[in-house]
């Protein structure tokens, strides 16, 4: 655990008060986002909005920067993420082979 992640019932005790602060959605997303960010000792969290019909993967929601990895206006064709592997099977999926050819 690093010097910024938290105990689990601190965690979930915060994330209980995010959701039952009186502010819009993407506000209570975004801070969710954060907690998790610094739980998982990660670069970054986002919430995407997929459009099957557009075949599009678009960024409502992050915790990057403009000039982050993943910034607030990021939108990229659906086939080159790795949500159509999810979408297709139509259950979670998870891969540990990231930078294998096709995966991205």
């Not at 979930?12 to 975004?30: N, S, W």
């Not at 986002?33 to 019909?53: K, M, P, T, W």
């Amino acid at each position: 655990m690093t010097d910024t992640a938290r105990p689990v019932a601190e965690a979930r005790q915060q994330l209980h008060e995010i959701v039952r602060k009186d502010i819009p959605f993407d506000e209570k997303a975004r801070e969710a986002l954060e907690l998790a960010r610094q739980c998982l000792d990660v670069d970054s969290g986002f919430l995407a909005r997929i459009d099957q019909e557009t075949n599009h993967w678009g960024v409502e929601t992050t915790t990057d920067t403009a000039n982050g990895q993943i910034p607030p206006s990021l939108a990229v064709d659906l086939q080159e993420t790795y949500c159509r592997k999810t979408i297709k099977k139509k259950r979670s999926t998870r891969t540990s082979r990231c930078t294998e050819p096709g995966m991205g």
